[in-house]
T-cell receptor, first 115, second 113 residues
Framework: GAVVSQHPSRVICKSGTSVKIECRSL??????MFWYRQFPKQSLMLMAT?????????EQGVEKDKFLINHASLTLSTLTVTSAHPEDSSFYIC???????????FGQGTRLTVV | AQSVAQPEDQVNVAEGNPLTVKCTYS??????LFWYVQYPNRGLQFLLK??????LVKGSYGFEAEFNKSQTSFHLKKPSALVSDSALYFC???????????FGTGTSLTVIP
């Protein structure tokens, strides 16, 4: 299957700082990328959907000014957690889909810890 | 509203026995249905999908799933469970029109040696 690379896999940051997470599709063009947040032993919560070159569509309850999503190219999307707080600590997962595939392919996830 | 339900948080099965992980869905129109598996601290791995055609879909690692339109179900099955199958399994649905993916709450499968 197609490969999606997510970086970093683990990050610790201080409260009040910003953290950027990258999601790259390595062998296909990702026309759509999804960002999820997962709490321990819970399902994936869709945060936003982004199509290349356009603004992301955020799910209800997700602060777009806090979770900045950029999908500037067909192979890269970034999620920036701005002014991070301890409650933002979580496992963040991206996935990507191209126009030809019905399934989405997932990155390895990023464990964010805000101290 | 689109939704996916996995009624069992936990499924335990003995190694070598058949396993079933249940999934039901509610989506307008014809759905695309998927199963993914997640190992600890990892992303999700695609197992199989149903788009159209034969109701029985075969996927990776010996897993299969049966699409039942009348019962709006898409249960995941494997004839003989392995200890290495122990993981978290997610059912997902995507409407045929639209970009969204909706996930169930996940079912933790434990295969007992």
């Amino acid at each position: 299957g197609a490969v999606v690379s997510q970086h970093p896999s683990r990050v610790i940051c201080k409260s009040g700082t910003s953290v950027k997470i990258e999601c790259r599709s390595l062998d296909f063009q990702a026309t759509t990328m999804f960002w999820y947040r997962q709490f321990p032993k819970q399902s994936l919560m869709l945060m936003a959907t982004s199509n290349e070159g356009s603004k992301a569509t955020y799910e209800q309850g997700v602060e777009k000014d806090k979770f900045l999503i950029n999908h500037a190219s067909l192979t890269l999307s970034t999620l920036t957690v701005t002014s991070a707080h301890p409650e933002d600590s979580s496992f963040y997962i991206c996935s990507a889909r191209d126009w030809a595939n019905t399934e989405a392919f997932f990155g390895q996830g990023t464990r964010l810890t805000v101290v | 509203a689109q939704s996916v339900a996995q009624p069992e948080d936990q499924v335990n099965v003995a190694e070598g026995n058949p396993l079933t992980v249940k999934c039901t869905y509610s989506v307008s129109g014809n759905p695309y249905l998927f199963w993914y598996v997640q190992y600890p601290n990892r992303g999700l791995q695609f197992l199989l999908k149903y788009i159209t055609g034969d109701n029985l879909v075969k996927g990776s690692y010996g897993f299969e799933a049966e699409f039942n339109k009348s019962q709006t179900s898409f249960h995941l099955k494997k004839p003989s469970a392995l200890v290495s199958d122990s993981a978290l399994y997610f059912c997902a649905v995507s409407p045929a029109t639209g970009n969204q993916f909706y996930f169930g709450t996940g079912t933790s499968l434990t295969v007992i040696p």
